[in-house]
């Protein structure tokens, strides 16, 4: 039994040397990404003991996958399948950090195809806390459905369901996600969501505040977490709103960020601390992800909590 399981789907991150166009280079490093892994590596770093939920090609490529999560902590529960194969994306830092080129190749995945009998559903009815993201429902019909079942499934056994709606424009519009979501949703009770998403996805005008209360209003969740990038993050929390401000850090590279707080602010839950402390903790666990190169924050406690605690505010000396 693990007290946070994530399901989705995690890919090879392929990207040329910085400065270097995808397009003219002889050289791919290589990383594993994938925003439900990541908030499992980002919670599992804090202290949570993590599952993550997948599936993946029985095959080298799977392994180095795999491997990447184990190192983070985290305990892979993977379906191994003999057909498809595993995803990857290329990755360009662009020549600002927030501007990076991003070209999806994950056609052909097993997550694609993976019906919910195929998943271990007990783990996921053990769990304190199940998280699933917009991304995983926006790769296939069958994959929304799997991700659908699996949060009923926990919802039915009292576990704390959490969902990030992650918009990838790159792989639906905003209409079919708001279609496709509006489902999903219902057994839902912690709800993480990017201003900019709010927007474009469930069209409200606004605040930060209007969209968590109007989305709250909407699917009575208990919290609705509304991500602001380098304004921070806004909770409602049963009504009740909560604001942190940004940590100011320099960043290496943004992505998985948004992965971070969200596996910040769930490890401190899990924790049994009240939601300010695991804003506080999230948005402070994303400033510092954004220093290090990849997906995955491997931020250590002791790093959070001395920003968390910084007098000013959030500078590093
Ligand atoms: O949030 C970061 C993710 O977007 C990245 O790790 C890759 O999962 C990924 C995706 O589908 O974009």
Redesign the pocket.
């Given at each position: 039994m693990s007290d946070l399981v994530t399901f989705?789907?995690?890919?090879l991150?392929l990207s040329p040397p910085r400065g270097r166009r995808l397009s003219r280079t002889d050289r791919l490093d290589v990383a594993v990404?994938?925003?439900?892994?990541?908030v499992a590596a980002a919670a599992a770093a804090l202290g949570t003991d993590t599952m993550w939920l997948s599936a993946l090609p029985r095959s080298p490529l799977g392994e180095r996958v795999v491997h990447a999560l184990r190192g983070e902590g985290v305990d892979p529960e993977v379906v191994r399948t003999d057909e498809g194969r595993v995803g990857t994306?290329y990755f360009e830092h662009g020549s600002a950090p927030r501007d990076p080129t991003?070209v999806?190749d994950?056609a052909g995945t097993p997550i694609r195809s993976l019906e919910p009998t195929e998943l271990p559903q007990s783990v996921v009815r053990t769990a304190e806390t199940f998280l699933a993201s917009g991304?995983t429902p926006a790769l296939s019909d069958q994959a929304a459905e799997t991700t659908e079942t699996l949060l009923a499934v926990a919802a039915e056994a009292g576990v704390t369901t959490a969902f990030d709606v992650?918009y990838?424009s790159?792989?639906w519009s905003e209409r079919e996600a708001e279609r496709t979501l509006a489902g999903l949703l219902e057994h839902v009770d912690v709800l993480f969501v990017a201003e900019r998403d709010g927007r474009r996805v469930f069209g409200i005008e606004g605040d930060a505040e209007d969209i968590a209360r109007q989305l709250a209003g909407a699917y009575g969740f208990e919290q609705v977490v509304v991500t602001r990038g380098e304004a921070g993050a806004l909770a409602v929390d049963d009504g009740a709103v909560h604001e942190q401000a940004a940590f100011e850090t320099d960043t290496v590279d943004p992505?998985?960020?948004?992965?971070a707080l969200v596996g910040g602010y769930l490890a401190r839950r899990l924790a049994g601390e009240d939601v300010p402390d695991a804003l506080a903790w999230g948005v402070a666990t994303a400033a510092l992800k954004r220093t290090t190169e990849g997906?995955?924050a491997s931020v250590p406690a002791e790093a959070v909590r001395s920003l968390v605690s910084s007098e000013d505010g959030g500078g590093i000396d």
């Open positions: 989705g789907e995690a890919m991150r990404g994938g925003a439900e892994s990541n994306y991003v999806y994950r991304i992650n990838r790159k792989l992505v998985g960020s948004g992965d997906d995955m």
